[in-house]
């Protein structure tokens, strides 16, 4: 099984700020990476596949960049509604075996 | 705009098997472009993917419960199922269903809203 691990684990941002959240892998998963958003009470929201495209309909201030094992997502100016938690799972080998990180909360 | 909708028992007796229903609206089940899947958060953590199904019928499964999950299809009435036996009380958790794009196999685009399913006697 892949593990993801993320860091931090809470990222205090004010807003206006930029913020970068980290993902590594446990062995790569080449660009099979998704990047979710998850507010409280909410189901997670997809933001980014293929470890560096954007989902339809999602802000370009979110972008996600890496290879591999390291992979980072980058919010510029954070908005409000951006205070969430944030994970990455890998999707890459077949037949499949999803894992996701434990998060990382971006609070004020 | 697809939308997904669980539904099922929010209380489940331990040993017992746990399922729910996802409905599908604003788009065809029997579409060979998706997966159809199930993905689990127990309660202040993480999210654990459980399985998912082709409406042909190939079914997936997380190899740590792939002895007690079954999801199944049923494309006349744009549902699809899950069934967890022998539940205990870690597998209280939130279930989501979710549609996975083919072409990306593991990128989980819409979700339904989760439903709490807590396991206790």
């Known amino acids: 099984e892949i593990v993801m691990t993320q860091s931090p684990a809470t990222l205090s941002v004010s807003p206006g700020e930029g913020a970068t959240l980290s993902c590594r892998a446990s062995q790569s998963v080449s660009s099979n990476l998704a990047w979710y958003q998850q507010k409280p009470g909410q189901a997670p929201r997809l933001l980014i596949y293929?470890?560096?495209t954007r989902a339809t309909g999602i802000a370009a201030r979110f972008s996600g960049s890496g290879y591999g094992t390291e992979f980072t997502l980058t919010i510029s100016s954070l908005q409000s509604e951006d205070f969430a938690v944030y994970y990455c799972q890998q999707y890459d080998k077949w037949p499949p075996l999803f894992t996701f990180g434990p998060g990382t909360k971006v609070d004020i | 705009q697809v939308q997904l909708q669980e539904s099922g028992p929010g209380l489940v007796k331990p040993s017992q098997t746990l399922s729910l229903t996802c409905s599908v609206s604003g788009g065809s089940i029997s579409s060979g472009t998706y997966y159809w899947g199930w993905i689990r958060q127990h309660p202040g953590k993480g999210l654990e993917w459980i399985g998912y199904i082709h409406y042909s019928g190939s079914t997936y499964y997380n190899p740590s419960l792939k002895s007690r999950v079954t999801i199944s299809v049923d494309t006349s009435k744009n549902q699809f199922s899950l069934k967890l036996s022998s539940v205990t009380a870690a597998d209280t958790a939130v279930y989501y269903c979710?549609?996975?794009?083919?072409?990306?196999?593991?990128?989980?685009?819409?979700w339904g809203q989760g439903t709490l399913v807590t396991v206790s006697s």
């Open positions: 293929g470890a560096s």
């Open positions: 979710a549609r996975a794009i083919v072409m990306v196999r593991g990128v989980f685009d819409y």
